[in-house]
């Protein structure tokens, strides 16, 4: 089980978050997602990643994300953290039972509610998680 913990902005955000919520406004109204990853040099740089979306799911678009990943291998950059928006939340969103998959690329996530009427009204949370292992004893 995964549990996802709300958490401060991070102090590299404010370096790239013009980046991020421009590509994600102009999506608009599909959901859009991308990764976050640090190079060599400790430099923040932002990936989309293209996705097959709508106003409430995405699925990664296999044959464009597979070579990115293979590139970042291959560069020795980390991923620090995932980024995807939703379509409609007009107060800050919550992870979704979906959304708990993005924990097996990175333990921190950036969620960008976009407002249904208008896609430069937005809100940003953050967040960090941890799997839980239960031990089910009868």
């Excluded at 990643?49 to 070579?67: A, G, L």
């Excluded at 996530?109 to 239960?134: A, C, D, G, N, P």
């Amino acid at each position: 089980m995964i549990l996802w913990n709300n958490v401060a902005e991070p102090n590299w955000w404010k370096y790239i978050s013009s980046n991020v919520l421009y590509y994600l406004c102009s999506n608009f109204p599909r959901e859009s997602a991308g990764f976050l990853v640090r190079d060599l040099n400790g430099e923040v740089c932002f990936f989309p990643i293209p996705v097959f979306s709508s106003s409430d799911h995405f699925y990664w678009d296999v044959e464009k994300f597979v070579p990115l990943l293979y590139f970042f291998h291959k560069e020795k950059y980390e991923i620090m953290a995932t980024v995807h928006s939703h379509i409609g939340d007009k107060a800050p969103a919550q992870m979704s039972t979906a959304d708990h998959l993005l924990h097996e690329w990175a333990s921190f996530h950036v969620l960008v509610s976009i407002s249904h009427s208008r896609s430069t009204e937005y809100f940003v949370k953050f967040y960090s998680s941890q799997e839980f292992i239960f031990n089910n004893k009868l």
